[in-house]
């Protein structure tokens, strides 16, 4: 199975104080695949590469099997990309807009219904965009990325600023299209985001990438070896992970002292606070 | 660079709606045809009636390919630059020159419109319509190319009028006002002067050297403005 994103080796200058230093990864079909980082450390730029904004200045890139240079016009049809600065006509409804990039995409008007719907905007079909919350521009703009059900579908900072009920909505839209089979690559810095959203997560820092693999995976590679024990008495205790800390916690299961008991994994930002030293 | 002409289909119908629904641009239309309405129906009983044409026709012609030929386009491509719907547009892969073309075909025709009526309301006789209709396109899509420019020159709507002022009175001024050598001569040189120019020259039936200077004239700004917008275009093609 072809990889649908490979990254070898890549680098990039840009500006004095910023690069992109020999960075490696794969994505394959079907995987939502999460670049996490703070602000600056080059998940957009990474993004742009990706999309032919920006030039490598080394390595390798492939999109959809091809080396990025050879990849032409008519690929692009088979992407999606709602960029960090995306956006669509103020002085047209949302369904207008829509209407204008599915005829761009011969795309037949049904689709536009059923996308409308998918992004729950299709109520507010016939609204100005410029009368909008932002939540609404921002649904609207992957709507727009959406309508001609992309292979590959790049995303960047998809839902920030917007507020929890949004955005889990946008995220149970983005699973739905996950499970029909496109593949996600998005840029977030919300670290609880990429734990629920995706497969696959690499964490960038100054233009590197320090770490990557399943949220699950990485938790356990950094978790402690202790387990924590919230008693009745609401005292928290800490036993190691051997059979005397087992014994232990037994003990005061037995005694019905246990109220919670946690195997003590860190997060993702605790995660990146250890491998950076710094927060996030 | 290749075309699609469903993708320049939509293009065309969605930036000829933003036009109709822009009042910014729209008005660029608009005021000349006020002003020669104004003209016609302030000024003009008190002028002879050839003196009168002339005039409103010179005053509207100027006004319009001024206006209309610098605002349009450039003010357009700035707003989607500044909106971030460029970017949207080129991640949905259009090309730079369908994108173009759509926004340079809505400014010519909406010039040409406007042209037609000025010419109607001036009085001039029906017979020179076909002349006026080649002097003004001509000259109109030499101004279109070079409000294209601009567009492709600014960041965002602020930038793009502080280009489009000068060169609107660049062209304006000259011709309307091509009194004392110097302005005549600015007038002989400016696109809309040799505009003017070539639609007097061959009205009266002079096709001599001045005529053929005049269409020098012309085709000297378009193939300047094509080519530094080629320049210019190839230099800010990447972000990097």
Redesign the interface.
Known sequence: MKEMIYLEDVCLDFGSSFSLDHLSFQVMPGEVFGFLGPSGAGKTTTMKLLTKQLLKKSGQIRILGKEIEKVERADYERIGILSDTSGLYERMTIEENLNFFAALRNVPKSSVRDTLENVRLYDQRKTLLKKCSKGMKQRAVLAASLLHKPELLFLDEPTSGLDPATIQEIHKMLRLLNRQGTTIFLTTHNMEEADKLCGRIGILHQGKLIAGGSPQELKLEYARDEIEVLTTDRETLKYPKNREGGERIRELLEQGRCLTVHSQEPNLEEIFLLLTGREF | M?ISM??F???Y??DL??FI??PAISASVLLPVAFVLLYKYVVGPNLAKEEVSGFLLNLGLLMNCSMSGVLIVSTSVAEEKE???L???I?????AMEFFLSKILVAVCVTFLGNLVIFLLSGEPMEHIPVYILASLLGSCCVIMISALIGLLSRDQMSCSVLQIPVMLLFLIPPAMASGAVLRFLARITPLGAMLQVYYNLVQGKFGGSTVLAFAVILAWLAAAVLLFGYFYKKKN???
């Open positions: 290749s469903r993708k289909s939509a293009l119908k969605k709606m933003d629904k822009n909106k971030f719907t970017r949207t547009l991640l949905s892969n259009v090309s990447i972000d990097n």
